[in-house]
Nanobody, 118 residues
């Protein structure tokens, strides 16, 4: 069973930074595309960033240049460095893994709450 444990969220002021972590079990990260998603109150879950093969990264346009995704395959842990945070980025952040066909391979974890507020 593929499971994820997200951590690193919290309350941060606008312009601040956070580093999220996602520890996975039941799957080897290096074989798939790992991704971060977020779900804001009242909205659908959406993709934030993904990484394939440890180096091929994608970040949605609204956070490009401010968010960085990375993976430590030895620790089977995914990271999301978030800088210059804005209040509209307040959401619960989740990680998951996709196979080459685009299907999600894991159950959604509890996520980690990120609140950007002064």
């Amino acid at each position: 069973q593929v499971q994820f444990v997200e951590s690193g969220g919290g309350l941060v002021q606008p312009g601040g930074s956070l580093r999220l972590s996602c520890a996975a079990s039941g799957i080897i990260f290096s074989s798939y595309t790992e991704a971060w998603y977020r779900q804001a109150p009242g909205k659908q879950r959406e993709l934030v960033a993904s990484i394939t093969g440890g180096t091929n990264t994608y970040v949605v346009g609204s956070v490009k240049g401010r968010f960085t995704i990375s993976v430590d395959n030895a620790k089977n842990t995914l990271y999301l460095q978030m800088n210059s945070l804005k209040p509209e980025k307040t959401a619960v952040y989740y990680c998951n893994v996709r196979n080459p066909a685009g299907f999600l391979l894991g159950s959604w974890g509890q996520g980690t709450q990120v609140t950007v507020s002064s």
